[in-house]
């Protein structure tokens, strides 16, 4: 069964970039229409980006302009490269495929 493990988040300053990553472990991506979603402390969980297996890509209107989501399927991997930050696009960032279980996200903290 794919599992999926975010990495990359980290803190840094409002203007600054980040990139995270999303990689499958026990099968593969390539197949998979790959989400990420964030969840803001005292927040619900909200939609952030998704790729589908042919690359389309659709973003939440608060994130896009600044987010790009893209996929390497050679290397099992889904990215979602995040410029221009806010201090409100701090977040637990995760990555996540229909029917798929949620992993343990990547924190995103945005000093302003």
């Known amino acids: 069964q794919v599992q999926l493990v975010e990495s990359g988040g980290g803190l840094v300053q409002a203007g600054g970039s980040l990139r995270l990553s999303c990689a499958a472990s026990?099968?593969?991506?390539?197949?998979?229409?790959i989400n990420w979603h964030r969840q803001a402390p005292g927040k619900e969980r909200e939609f952030v980006a998704t790729?589908?297996?042919?690359?389309?890509?659709v973003y939440a209107d608060s994130v896009k302009g600044r987010f790009t989501i893209s996929r390497d399927n050679a290397k099992n991997t889904v990215y979602l490269q995040m410029n221009s930050l806010k201090a409100e696009d701090t977040a637990l960032y995760y990555c996540?495929?229909?029917?798929?279980?949620w992993g343990q996200g990547t924190q995103v903290t945005v000093s302003s």
């Open positions: 996540n495929f229909a029917g798929g279980s």
């Open positions: 026990g099968g593969t991506l390539s197949w998979l229409t």
């Open positions: 790729i589908t297996r042919i690359g389309n890509t």
